[in-house]
Each structure stands twice: as C-alpha cells, then as structure tokens.
C-alpha cells in the first residue's frame, strides 16, 4: 500500500513537471491569494502589537484625565462640535492639592515644543527635539524606565532645579562618547543637567519617542509660556481593588474644580490605559475582516484555475488512464494520483503565499517603523487554507478520471 501510495505520488510529480508553465501561473494565482491574507493579517497584527504595547506600558492601573475623550468625533450634518475648555494649570494644581485617594500617585505634565534644539559643546540636533514639563510621578505613571542614572523626584521639581532626563536617541546625538550623567545640555538658553537616560521606546506612526526630554514643571513653565497650554493628568493606582472608587473621586473632584452643576455634562474626557486597548481591538477586527474578505475573493478564483488545470491534465492524460486502468489500476488508485497533484500544486502556492507574504508584513513593520511578529495564525491559516482548496479543486477532476472507461479512453486521440 505505502509503495503504490509512493509510485502515484510520484508520477503526480512527474505530471507536474510536464505541465510546467501551468503549474507555476496555477501556484502564483493560489500564492497571490494566501499572500493577500498573511500581508495583511501580519501588517495588522504588527500595527496592534505596537498600539498596544504603547498604551499597556501605562499599565492596566492607570487613567488618564484630558481634554476630550479618545472616541471624539466631529459632529456630523449642521451640529457643531462641543468644545471643551483647555485643562489649564490652575485645574491640575488643584486637582492635585486636592486629590488624596489611597494608594495613587498623579502625574501633571504638559507638551513644550516638538522643535527644540539642543546642544552640549560644539554639537547640536536638529530642531526635533521635544521638550516636556512634568513632575516626580510622570515617568512612573507613563511606563517608562530609566537606564542610566535616576528619574526627577520630588526635591527636583519642587525646587524648581535645573536638571534633565533624555532619551535615549539624545543621548546618541548629544553624548554618545562620554558618561551623559552630569553632562550639561542647553535649550531655548536655558542649561540642564543630565541626571537620567530613559530605556528606548522606538518610534510610532512616525513620531519618535527617544528624542525628547524631560524638565520639571515649573522651569518648563517658566520657558514655554504659551496662554494656552493645555496639560495633561494622570493617575495611577498601585492596588486594582481601588481603581474604580479612584476613577469616581477624579471625576467627582475634576467636575467640582470646573465649577459643573449636577445635570452639566462633562467637559473633559477621562480614559483608563485598558479602554484604549479594547477599543483599538475593535478597530482591527474590521481591518482582520477586510483581509479574509479580499483573501477569499482571490483563492476561489484560483480554487477555479487549479480546478480547470487539473480537468485539462485529465484530457491530455486520458490514454494513460485507459492504459493504466487496463493494467489493473482501481478507480482509487487513479482518483488518489490526481488528488496528489492537486495537494501539492495547492501547497506549494501557500508556501509561496505564506513566503511572499511574510516578507510583505515585515516591510510594511519596518517602513512604518512597527512592531512586527511572525504571523503564525496566519501562516497555519493559510496551510489549511491551502490544502481545502487543493481538495475542492481536486475532486470532480479526480472522480472524472477514476470514472473514465478504460475501452473509450485507449481509443482517445
């Protein structure tokens, strides 16, 4: 049995040999279908992983108090959109007088610029250097880590102390030869010294996380003086049990410093770390399901092309069948060789697919700078995917031949 099972597959092989330019464009349309869904299900899978982890390195404890919420959307037809109120820094220095929950921790922090320049000696960036005022807890509550040095505590913030913490892309520029701690470095005239070098982050959409810099609030207040700036809160709460009530008494307590009657809406959004990461797998649930939508138009067009390709081989092959059923071969037997072509014209498109498409997530990844993995859900899809096609497109060719009459099929021209 094992070696009849040997000899078919073997001359499924030689059949496909014989049948060369076909078999490729077979496997390029079956390649170009699996390709489409590994493509896309990788590119999607690398851009969640990096949403994700940007967001889960708050942690699942934290929410954050902001301006709007995260799903705003403009209004549309002839409504106009609510605008809410800037949260200034009279908001946040009474949130955080006034805020005493147990066990949390809040941050205040407020953008600067995103086109600074620094120097240290003769070297200097480019102007695109972002510069943020925060205090002792915005390191901690952000998720972020230091590699050298220490983060700024509450003496450095308070004391209004001139003093940094970089990144680790401003290290490279700025410091790349000598210990940054204790190196100075100057902004807008201003001169910091280095005291902490955060862990590298990497980029998203674009934006690098590495090349910025860290100054207390109060000196970057006393830099940046914009009448407009809006800040930003977030807290952190080191027991989960306690995450709930702490989310209450920060609305409670943010509505009461806006000066909100019990039936006035929020003007403000407030957003938990966790939130943000289900609603982002919400989104790619629709991007997932455009993939498989465009994957299966393209693989029934080539389960129809492997389909015509095997009822054309059974054509030209239609005397060798009759010899072979006239030498004894079974209607199985016959019905099992083709099948074989089918199963390995259906494999070695998704291996291709699967090939073709890797290689696409993981230039899409790199380009788009996200964080890419290899896309094994997809890549066993695409196998299964693969081997059902080889057997749809297999079958009626295979009972065809195993049904053709070996006197008629001898007499065929």
């Not at 040997?6 to 390709?35: C, H, P, V, W, Y």
């Not at 995917?385 to 065929?412: H, M, N, Q, T, W």
Request: charged content about 20%.
């Amino acid at each position: 049995m094992f070696s009849l099972a040997k000899e078919n597959i073997k001359i499924a092989f030689d059949s496909i040999r014989t049948q060369l330019l076909r078999t490729i464009l077979t496997i390029l349309i079956i390649g170009i279908g699996i390709m489409a869904l590994v493509g896309i299900l990788s590119s999607v899978s690398a851009l969640e992983n990096t949403i994700s982890s940007d967001f889960s390195s708050m942690g699942a404890n934290t929410f954050n108090l902001q301006r709007y919420e995260f799903n705003a959307q403009r209004q549309s037809g002839g409504e106009r959109q609510k605008i809410n109120p800037i949260i200034s820094y009279r908001d946040v220095k009474a949130f955080e007088d006034a805020y005493d929950f147990p066990y949390t921790r809040t941050s205040i922090s407020f953008f600067g610029t995103s086109t600074a320049e620094a120097k240290h000696e003769n070297l200097k960036t480019d102007p695109e250097v972002a510069v943020l005022g925060v205090n002792e807890h915005y390191i901690q509550n952000s998720g972020l880590e230091i590699e050298k040095g220490r983060a700024l505590n509450y003496f450095d913030v308070h004391n209004n102390n001139n003093v940094c913490v970089i990144g680790s892309d401003l290290e490279k520029a700025l410091l790349s030869d000598v210990n940054p701690i204790n190196k100075t470095i100057s902004v807008r005239g201003a001169k910091f010294k280095v005291i902490g070098v955060l862990k590298s982050k990497g980029s998203t959409f674009g934006n690098n996380q590495d090349l910025r810099m860290l100054i207390p609030l109060q000196k970057a207040r006393s830099i940046f003086t914009s009448p407009n700036i809006n800040y930003g809160l977030s807290v952190k709460v080191d027991k989960k049990d306690f995450l709930q009530g702490a989310q209450d008494e920060a609305i409670l307590l943010f509505r009461n410093i806006r000066g909100l009657n019990p039936i006035e809406e929020n003007n403000f959004g407030i957003e938990r770390s966790d939130d943000l990461i289900n609603r982002i797998g919400e989104m790619t649930k629709y991007l997932y399901l455009a993939a498989w939508i465009i994957s299966i138009v393209t693989i029934f067009g080539s389960s129809i092309a492997l389909m015509n390709i095997l009822f054309v081989s059974v054509s030209e092959r239609t005397r060798e069948i009759g010899v072979r059923k006239a030498l004894g071969a079974k209607r199985k037997t016959i019905a099992f060789q083709f099948f074989m072509e089918a199963i390995i014209i259906g494999q070695l498109g998704g291996i291709l697919g699967i090939i073709l498409g890797t290689c696409i997530g993981l230039i899409v990844a790199t380009v788009a700078k996200f964080q890419f993995a290899i896309p094994w859900l997809a890549m066993f899809s695409a196998f299964t995917i693969a081997f059902v096609v080889a057997i749809v497109s297999g079958l009626l060719p295979a009972v065809k031949a195993a049904k053709l009459d070996p006197v008629e099929s001898l007499r065929y021209e």
